[in-house]
């Protein structure tokens, strides 16, 4: 009787894979902006460190006193600290506010939801300045922009939507039944949200927290119009830099622009290394039932 080699068709397989002519065009489109970007973020860390460049490939010399200069001459430390605080607050409104404003709209049926549901996708489908100018018109004649609250509200205008749409499909995997149950014990609606929808909510809580923190830390056009003195994060502080007035070395805003990028890896690299929301799914599927 013939035996059946399991590796057969592997090599026919991996070779047509190899000589696929759109796989060549994939693998060199994603190759082509590989090289860009690591040219573009390699050119702007060089010349933080560079005295002088100018036609040639490298720079002359390399010194480190253009981050303390950026960092005495911007104030940095005062700038990033507005900026964790705006990322934090932002994130803590959303989720308390768009957490039960998700779970209305996947469990209730009520007369203009769809009206409700796509007004909330507005603000994420349109660009921020169309709608950033009147709510900062706004913001300025309540006496709130200009300030860190002002700043926190006007953020708060697409992170809750954001958190809304991110946790609706998580709730509506929830099998209602369970709820249903819960009441039938005598729990009470508060009870059945913070002891059993809440731990199931976990990982989406987390994915749209993650999400929400590096958008509010990469928000310009908001942060820009409402923000005052005290109160600019780290985006709007880099373009200030690069429009001031005056004449203002290069080497210096690039390294604002390296402190900046330093700062969001910071950022996502500890929200996913202690919030990872892959590894929490990942668990939840795996544990048995009692």
């Known amino acids: 009787m013939a035996t059946l080699d399991p590796t057969a068709g592997a090599a026919p397989a991996r070779r047509r894979i190899v000589a696929s002519p759109a796989g060549w065009l994939v693998w060199g489109a994603v190759a082509l902006f590989l090289v860009f970007l690591v040219g573009i973020v390699g050119s702007v860390l060089v010349n933080s460190f560079g005295t002088r ?8 010399g390399y010194t480190a ?8 001459d911007f104030g940095l430390f005062q700038v990033i600290v507005v ?9 803590l409104l959303s989720v308390l506010v768009g957490v039960p404003a998700s779970y209305v709209l996947a469990r209730k049926t009520f007369p203009g939801k769809r009206v409700v549901y796509l ?8 660009p921020p300045i169309t709608y950033g100018i009147p709510l900062a018109t706004v913001l300025y004649k ?19 939507p954001f958190v809304i749409l991110t946790m609706t499909p998580f709730i509506e995997q929830i099998d209602p039944a369970i709820e249903r149950a819960a009441r039938m014990s005598g729990a009470r609606t508060l009870a059945i949200f913070t002891r059993i929808l809440a731990p199931l909510l ?4 987390l994915a749209s ?15 820009f119009l409402t923000a005052g003195p005290d109160s600019n994060t780290l985006v709007v502080a880099l373009f200030n830099s690069m429009n001031a007035a005056g004449i203002r070395a290069q080497q210096s805003v690039d390294a604002m622009a390296v402190i900046y990028m330093l700062v969001m890896m910071v950022l996502l690299v500890v929200a ?19």
């Open 119 to 126: 007004a909330f996708l507005l603000p994420i489908m349109m």
């Open 209 to 223: 927290s993650i999400l929400v923190l590096v958008r509010t830390v990469g928000m310009f056009e908001l942060t």
């Open 53 to 60: 460049w100018f036609g040639t490939w490298l720079p002359q």
């Open 83 to 91: 900026t964790l605080e705006v990322a934090a607050a932002v994130v």
């Open 142 to 160: 309540f006496g709130l922009a200009g300030h860190l609250s002002g700043v926190i509200l006007a953020n708060l205008v697409p992170c809750v």
């Open 65 to 72: 006193q253009w981050y303390s200069q950026a960092w005495t």
């Open 272 to 290: 996913l290394r202690f919030v990872n929301p892959t590894q929490l799914v990942a668990q939840v599927k795996e544990d048995p039932d009692p």
């Open 202 to 205: 976990v990982p989406g809580i």
